[in-house]
């Protein structure tokens, strides 16, 4: 986090802001009035003199600095933010005024007005991620502007907190779908995701590896580069921009990296995205982002922040209720059911782990059945595994007051295969033929045996 050089126009101002508090990032700066004293506000450094742009040079201002300019005089913000610009060009700026309005500005490429005295000190915080938020847009903005096709990739079996993201990632930046497309390197498998696609009409087109070359940029939402296997194509190991709110991976390149994994849902970022922008968030749209975050939290039960919460309720005020209706209410497949009925009926809680092997299944069937796996009596661990294709594929969920569900999975694939998530959320997928190297067959009690050996050592593995 860089400084905040805080520009009080005047005592008055500067004391009003000494009475909401200063944090310890913030430098206060104080530009006495013609007929005021030169006594020093506390904690303040006067700035006297023009506003020129030495004036803001000397305070050597370095990327990641933000400005805010506290005044109700129209010349005197005027000056000052065109000074700051010349400074600090890249510098977003923060206007508190009561009695200015937007055409009273000044030009300026990220700039941001609100109000003064009805502000408390998590007020102007808030005002401050916002502007942190505009900031970003104009980056991506001036990045991508000139790039003729833009593609926005999801993690493959796309879910629907990066369809909705990459939607509103797709607005930030004024694009369209011939553009701007959403892609993945799989297809979406999961009824109510199906359903979430058909219900809005959005597009997500499946893509091979080769076919990234015909886009001149390459966006992440809600996904990095580790999700694509061991050996991910050179094309996403150095893009333009990273947008998530998992736990930040190494190993590849961005001009532009926006991870938060404080945030349940990296739907709630794009949310901010919008809002900062001044954008309206259309009832399509709006859908979208409110069931990616009901989805990617539980409905706000799980892995929430409060920035999720007021996402949440933003885009709760625009959505459409029939939309939601048709995107969660997917017909359930009978061959999952019964699947489902045959694990159920050998089922056991053992050292708090609920594990039950469906056999072969359609791959949206597992992470369904691990959610209900959970409810068991005593389970702080659900998993559910079943055989997709040629893989082992696996779903795990948890309480969330335990070992990070990410974490475990990964050192359970360790040399097998590829899996990650969240604390209380993740996936495995394991190659059979992986599978049947180390443990010699595929059958329900191999794969039940050896998962649960994996699970139990890597969940009481100490960590480093």
């Keep these: 986090m860089g400084r905040r050089f805080i520009l009080c126009d005047g005592a008055e101002l500067a004391r009003l802001w000494a009475r909401i508090g200063a944090s310890e990032s913030e430098e206060l700066l104080w530009v006495p009035g013609d007929e005021e004293s030169r006594a020093r506000p506390a904690g303040f450094h006067v700035l006297g003199g023009e506003m020129t742009a030495e004036t803001f040079t000397k305070l050597d201002p370095k990327d990641g600095d933000e400005f805010a300019v506290i005044s109700d005089d129209g010349p005197f913000v005027r000056a000052a933010v065109a000074a700051i610009l010349k400074a600090a060009p890249a510098a977003p ?72 993201a990459g939607m509103a990632l797709r607005a930030v930046l004024g694009r369209k779908s011939p553009t701007a497309p959403l892609i993945s390197f799989g297809e979406i498998t999961r009824p109510e995701n ?31 580069p580790n999700v694509f296997g061991e050996s991910p194509p050179a094309r996403v190991l150095s893009v333009d921009a990273v947008i998530d709110h998992h736990p930040e991976r190494t190993g590849y390149d961005s001009v532009i ?29 709006a859908t979208a982002l409110l069931y990616g975050i009901k989805s990617d939290t539980q409905l706000l039960g799980r892995d929430t922040s409060a ?13 459409s209720p029939a939309l939601l209706r048709r995107i969660e ?56 595994a079943g055989i997709v294709g040629r893989n082992l594929v696996f779903s795990v969920r948890n309480v969330g007051y335990v070992r990070a569900a990410g974490e475990v999975v990964r050192a359970v694939v360790d040399g097998l295969g590829v899996g990650g998530g969240h604390r209380s959320m993740a996936k ?13 067959r595929t059958d329900r009690e191999t794969i039940r045996s050896a998962l649960f050996e994996a699970f139990v050592k890597a969940i009481h593995e100490p960590k480093e």
């Design 428 to 440: 495995g997928i394991i190659p059979l033929k992986a599978f049947r190297k180390v443990y010699g």
């Design 194 to 224: 199906q359903a979430m696609v058909r219900a809005l009409g959005i597009e997500v087109r499946v893509i091979t590896p080769d076919e990234l070359d015909e886009f001149d940029a390459l966006c992440l939402v809600d996904v990095q």
């Design 307 to 319: 920035a999720d919460m007021r996402a949440f309720a933003r885009v709760h005020e625009s959505h």
């Design 257 to 285: 990296k926006d991870i938060r994994v404080g945030y349940g849902a990296t739907a709630s970022m794009l949310t901010e995205y919008l809002e900062a922008a001044g954008l309206e968030i259309r009832p399509k749209l």
């Design 329 to 384: 209410r997917p017909a359930l497949p009978w061959d999952g059911l019964r699947a489902l009925g045959r694990a159920l009926s050998q089922t056991k809680v053992e050292e708090s782990i609920h594990l039950l092997v469906l056999g072969r299944v359609r791959e949206d069937v597992i992470p369904q059945v691990a959610e209900m796996g959970l409810q068991a009596e005593h389970a702080e661990w659900a998993i559910a």
């Design 93 to 164: 700026v923060l206007v508190m005024s009561d009695r200015l309005e937007d055409d009273d500005l000044p030009e300026h490429p990220c700039l941001r007005r609100t109000g003064l005295r009805t502000q408390i000190r998590d007020d102007v915080d808030f005002e401050f991620s916002h502007l942190g938020n505009l900031n970003r847009v104009v980056q991506l903005r001036d990045h991508l502007g000139g790039r003729e096709r833009i593609g926005i990739l999801l993690q493959p079996d796309p879910d629907p907190d990066g369809i909705a």
